[in-house]
């Protein structure tokens, strides 16, 4: 299967999800990622702001006391910005919240990065949302690279291109 008919196949069966299903999934995988060392230890930490039926971010961003740096689009390119509040964030780019003020962050101090997909293989590759954002911005970090997703978005194997980035790690429901 392409990425195409992933993409469309795993948004149909993610979008199927109650409310409900979507909060309690998301919950259990929010405790296998702090459950992880790499995120205990890590001081600083890059999260994607979910939006519709994405594994949701926005408790972790609220219960963290880490160093929290959000995307904001920027001229065609993921700029990397701390923010200390969720409230600092209103719809941007795409209606995804990003933050009001760009306190930009030298990627060098990144200790761990959380990254959307609409699927995932068990080698770490992923199926995004087609346009490049996040592996460009992932070529350029040295941190722990991991993807959050829905059990069922976790397939057997992905075709890569050249400029795809690995994942180090894809958390689930029922793996950590």
């Given at each position: 299967?392409?990425k195409?008919?992933?993409?469309?196949?795993?948004?149909?069966?993610?979008?199927?999800?109650?409310?409900?299903?979507?909060?309690?999934?998301?919950?259990?995988?929010?405790?296998?990622?702090?459950?992880?060392e790499?995120?205990?230890?890590?001081?600083?930490?890059?999260?994607?702001?979910?939006?519709?039926?994405?594994?949701?971010?926005?408790?972790?961003?609220?219960?963290?006391?880490?160093?929290?740096?959000?995307?904001?689009?920027?001229?065609?390119?993921?700029?990397?910005?701390?923010?200390?509040?969720?409230?600092?964030?209103?719809?941007?780019?795409?209606?995804?919240?990003?933050?009001?003020?760009?306190?930009?962050?030298?990627?060098?101090?990144?200790?761990?990065?959380?990254?959307?997909?609409?699927?995932?293989?068990?080698?770490?590759?992923?199926?995004?949302?087609?346009?490049?954002?996040?592996?460009?911005?992932?070529?350029?970090?040295?941190?722990m690279?991991?993807?959050?997703?829905?059990?069922?978005q976790?397939?057997?194997?992905?075709?890569?291109?050249?400029?795809?980035?690995?994942?180090?790690?894809?958390?689930?429901?029922?793996?950590?």
């Amino acid at each position: 299967m392409n990425k195409v008919m992933i993409r469309e196949e795993m948004l149909k069966k993610r979008d199927a999800l109650s409310e409900e299903e979507l909060i309690r999934r998301s919950t259990s995988i929010s405790d296998n990622l702090k459950s992880l060392e790499e995120y205990k230890k890590a001081s600083t930490v890059m999260f994607y702001v979910s939006k519709g039926s994405e594994v949701h971010t926005h408790n972790l961003i609220n219960g963290t006391n880490k160093v929290i740096v959000v995307p904001k689009m920027k001229d065609g390119y993921i700029s990397c910005c701390a923010i200390e509040d969720f409230s600092e964030l209103r719809p941007g780019s795409f209606g995804i919240l990003e933050p009001v003020k760009e306190r930009i962050v030298d990627l060098s101090s990144i200790g761990f990065i959380i990254v959307p997909g609409i699927a995932f293989d068990i080698k770490g590759y992923r199926v995004g949302y087609g346009f490049g954002y996040y592996d460009t911005l992932l070529k350029r970090l040295t941190c722990m690279k991991v993807g959050l997703a829905f059990d069922f978005q976790v397939i057997a194997k992905i075709s890569f291109d050249r400029w795809d980035v690995k994942l180090d790690k894809v958390i689930t429901e029922t793996m950590a």
